[in-house]
């Protein structure tokens, strides 16, 4: 079922219950109604949400999110939108955007090995430059824009790294015991977020249709079957809260999953730059896109070869266009709506499966559709 409305009853009414929540909770004056999510969106596509809200506290997102399950308020968590494709339209949902209170990088450790509880909301670039200080080299992140909570949650990297071969444990909040009629109601494709506001699991009901459990806030030692390409895999993951990183300095010089330890800080920066450079020559990372579209079907299968062997390069639908740089990245070369920039996907897609009998899966999140 589709989330988007038109200007419905649904849609103001689901405006009208987020007014009257936020102004209870004191929080209206970080809240935009009608919020163009074209905005917050490095392709400049997608139409209107009932609201945008920014929010600072944990406390306050804990409330907020219980009220939010009690009214039936669609929800959707976002980083930095680099990698989510809005539907065109008036969608009845909560835009929520973790903001400065979960922007704070800590240290907890620092001889033997580097310990880092990171935010989730924490700019990625500034996350690996702040790692160079350490003599920690995490250019395989270069260029890449977002949150550090976003590239968790799609594992981001690059040249066979993702960003969760470094994380050692998460902190997130977890829903239990829930339908998977309500869980694909509140979360889209996603994870869509809530929090309690004590330690406790509590039964709570929704209306008349279902009744829900709230779970805690949750921390887990991260092993390699709970994420892979592109993905993190943890199934009652709904927010993710806090990231830690622990980083061995005993292996130095050693490299490890190509990723080395123990550079000094000038290395890594000329790492960085290097890598910013390649991407630059490489990749459309200037124009209006989402990054790479599809994920890569295996380790010697690359999407943006088999599109571009496909005769894709070049090809439009509408203002939607294949790069002529990569042919992994879709631009939006004009006034594309995120209904082009799919229709294009599918084309893609459709012709994949047709002339190679491979399944592209989607790298991006829909969102609203
Ligand atoms: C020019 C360009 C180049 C790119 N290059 C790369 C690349 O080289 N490698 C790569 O892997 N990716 C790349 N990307 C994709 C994108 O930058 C990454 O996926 C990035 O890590 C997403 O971070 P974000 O903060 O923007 O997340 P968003 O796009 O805001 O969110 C992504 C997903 O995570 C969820 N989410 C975000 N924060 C939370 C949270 N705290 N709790 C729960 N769910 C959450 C959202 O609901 C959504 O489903 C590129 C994108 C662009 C535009």
């Known amino acids: 079922m589709t989330n988007i409305s038109k200007f419905s009853d649904v849609y103001i009414k689901t405006k009208e219950k987020i007014k009257q929540i936020l102004s209870e909770l004191k929080i209206m004056d970080t809240a935009i109604f009608d919020y163009n999510l074209s905005l917050l969106s ?67 450790k620092g001889k033997q090995a580097l310990k880092i509880k990171c935010g989730p909301a924490v700019n990625l670039q500034k ?78 009901s929704c209306n008349n249709n279902f009744n829900f459990k709230i779970a805690n806030i949750k ?29 061995d300095f005993s292996i130095k010089q050693v490299e490890y999953k190509n990723f080395i330890l123990g550079n000094n800080k000038i290395e890594i920066l000329n790492n960085i730059r290097k890598k910013i450079k390649e991407k630059k020559a490489s990749q459309p990372v200037r124009r209006k896109s ?10 010697s299968i690359f999407a943006g070869k088999l599109i571009e062997d496909a005769g894709f390069k070049g090809f ?3 203002d939607a266009k294949v790069s002529l740089k990569h042919a992994n990245y879709l631009l939006n070369v004009g006034n594309a709506s995120s209904q082009d920039i799919l229709t294009l996907s599918k084309i893609i897609k459709y012709y994949i499966k047709e002339k190679y009998n491979i399944n592209l899966e989607y790298e991006i999140k829909l969102m609203g559709f």
């Open 219 to 247: 921390t887990k030692t991260l092993n390699n079957k709970d994420y892979k390409y592109r993905a993190l895999v943890i199934n009652d993951l709904l927010v993710l809260t806090g990231v830690y990183f622990e980083l």
């Open 127 to 204: 996350f690996i430059i702040y790692l160079a200080d350490f003599n920690v080299d995490f250019s395989f992140a270069a260029g890449i824009p977002g949150t550090v909570g976003g590239a968790v949650i799609g594992n981001s990297g690059s040249n066979k790294i993702g960003i969760n071969d470094f994380v050692k444990k998460i902190e997130y909040i977890s829903l239990k015991n829930i339908s998977n009629h309500v869980l694909n109601n509140l979360t889209s494709n996603s994870f869509n977020a809530f929090f309690k506001d004590n330690n406790k699991s509590i039964d709570s």
């Open 42 to 108: 490095p392709i400049k596509t997608g139409g209107k949400c009932a609201c945008f809200l920014k929010i600072n506290s944990k406390q306050k997102l804990i409330k907020l999110i219980n009220i939010l399950l009690k009214e039936n308020v669609k929800f959707y968590i976002v980083g930095n939108c680099s990698n989510i494709l809005f539907n065109d339209g008036f969608l009845n949902f909560l835009i929520i955007k973790l903001d400065k209170g979960f922007d704070k990088i800590e240290v907890l």
């Open 316 to 318: 439009k639908f509408g």
């Open 290 to 299: 989402l990054g790479c579209f599809f994920k890569n079907p295996s380790d």
